[in-house]
Structures are given as C-alpha cells and as structure tokens.
C-alpha cells in the first residue's frame, strides 16, 4: 500500500457550514452545520429518504452544494486535488462490469494518484482477500464480494478522510471482518464517517452519533457508558446507600437509575440488595440496549 499521508497536525478537519444541498427543486439538506474530528468514527443515522446518501455526496465533493460549504482543512472537497483525499464508497457498489477486479483497483488507484500502482494492487487484493478472484470480471462476482471491491477501490490509496455509504449493507462475512479490522487500523489517524440505518451498528462501530432529520443533523446525546438502567416500582426516592455498587440518578429526565455493580460483582447481586431493601424492581436493561433502542426511535424503526 501507499504510505499514509504525513499530516503533522493529526487528521484532518471535516467542516461543514451552512450546507444546502437540493435534488428536483427540493432541499433534502438545509442549513447543515457540523464538524466532524478526527481520530474518531461518527455515523450519520436517519430514516429512509432523510437524506443521509445525499450528506455523504456531498461530504465526498461529488454533489456541489447549493448554499454552503464543506472543507477539509481549509480547502474545498469539490476541488480535485482535495477530493483526492477522500475515500468514498457509495450506497451501490460502482464497478465496470467487465473489468477484472485487479483492473479495477488498478483504475481506482490511477485516478487516486497512487505512483506504484502495482503494489497497491497486489497489496489490496491481500488486504480484501480478493487474491481467488482478481482474474474475474466484476459481473461474476457475488454482491457480497463485489462490496469488498468496492471497499478496496475506494481506500486503495490510504486516504486521511473516509465517507462511506452504508459499508455492512450487503458485503459477506469476509469483508465485513476486514472492514472492521482495516477501520480500527487507521481510525488514530484518519477523518471516518459513515451512514447507517441501523443504530445497533452505530453504536457498535463508531465513536459518536448524529441523526438526520427533517433536513437538519442533530447530535445524538450519548448514554453513559456500561452499566444497567434499573427502574423501581412506584417512587423508590433515592436508592440504598449500602449498595457495592456505583448508581447514579437518570439526569435525561427517564425513571430510576444508572447501576455499575462494583468489581467482583454482578447486576444480580445488586438486584438482591435491592429486594432485601424492599425496593421491588419493574426494569432492568443494559444501557447500551436502551440507548439502541432509543435511536431506533428517533429513527423511527422501533415502538
């Protein structure tokens, strides 16, 4: 692969300001003001037709925005040299179909401006373990395996900043583990955003969310980490103070309280405590689950 590109100040600065972006006289995006670090992965969430596949677009200077800009570092990404350094992997896998996939990374590679584009080859094709398959016309590939290409293409020069569009829908098993192991590898020193529908892999896979909606991105408050939501029955007050346990009341305006049993123990343990308290126990949820299921709302995927 190609050496990472030096940027002495870290990775680079994803900005968006005042962002108006319309298709067909409607504005899907308006007023979009957001940064996005370095360093870290951010998913965009939203309903269908909310507007993520069109953000991204134009994340990745692909479509020119109507009003507003976006920049990496100072410079606008609808400058060439600038687009340069984005790896965009759109919702539908783009290849020609009836090249092999080691011309398509090796036509994906040339426009990045990769120097030597063989080893960018070999080395992609290792990476993606597309090696049984570089020989094959893009055609014959599954659509699991075509996703893995396309990821390939779209990073095969290393760039600082990743915009990617829904990169789990429809890849296989392979890639997807790829997809994980290559993301952790260079998140410390790369600008990553991706789209999602689903907030269970927000969740899993990024650093921190936002949701887009009614045109507008929003963030998504984050839950604190681990531990279990606990709600009493009924108006419990404040819990025990004898609990081996870390509780915190719920500050987002939810019933109950936010339990991390202490080392050496479990939620269970706690639970027990609570009974011989006589505090009797309607919920108990991992945090994370409800914080999943909260996104499902706002998404509107989830009662």
Request: hydrophobic share 45%; net charge negative.
């Amino acid at each position: 692969m190609p050496e990472p590109p030096v940027n002495a100040a870290g990775p680079p600065a994803l900005a968006v300001a005042g962002l108006g972006v319309g298709h067909g006289g409607r504005m899907v995006l308006e007023a979009v003001t957001e940064g996005f670090d370095g360093g870290a992965i951010t998913a965009v969430i939203g309903g269908n037709g909310s507007g993520k596949s069109t953000l991204l677009r134009a994340l990745a200077g692909i479509d020119r925005p109507l009003a507003g800009s976006v920049q990496i570092d100072g410079e606008a990404v609808t400058r060439p040299a600038t687009r340069r350094r984005i790896g965009y992997l759109p919702q539908r896998t783009a290849v020609l179909a009836a090249l092999t996939v080691e011309a398509q990374l090796g036509y994906a590679a040339r426009l990045a401006g990769v120097r030597d584009v063989a080893t960018a080859v070999a080395d992609s094709l290792s990476r993606w373990d597309l090696g049984a398959v570089a020989t094959r016309p893009a055609e014959h590939l599954s659509p699991g395996v075509l996703r893995r290409v396309g990821l390939a293409m779209a990073v095969i020069a290393e760039p600082p900043v990743l915009v990617l569009d829904e990169p789990h829908s429809g890849i296989d098993a392979v890639g997807s583990a790829r997809l994980d192991e290559y993301l952790e590898d260079v998140r410390d020193r790369s600008t990553i955003v991706h789209a999602t529908h689903d907030p269970d892999a927000a969740l899993l896979t990024s650093d921190r969310v936002v949701l887009l909606r009614g045109a507008r991105l929003e963030p998504v408050p984050s839950a604190a980490p681990g531990g279990w939501s606990v709600v009493p029955e009924g108006d419990a007050g404040a819990p025990p103070g004898a609990l081996a346990a870390e509780v915190q009341p719920r500050d987002d305006g939810e019933r109950g309280w936010i339990v991390r049993p202490a080392a050496g123990r479990v939620i269970a343990d706690v639970l027990a405590d609570l009974v011989v308290a006589s505090i009797r126990i309607e919920r108990v949820v991992p945090m994370a689950e409800e914080r999943a299921a909260a996104l499902r709302r706002l998404v509107g995927d989830g009662p």
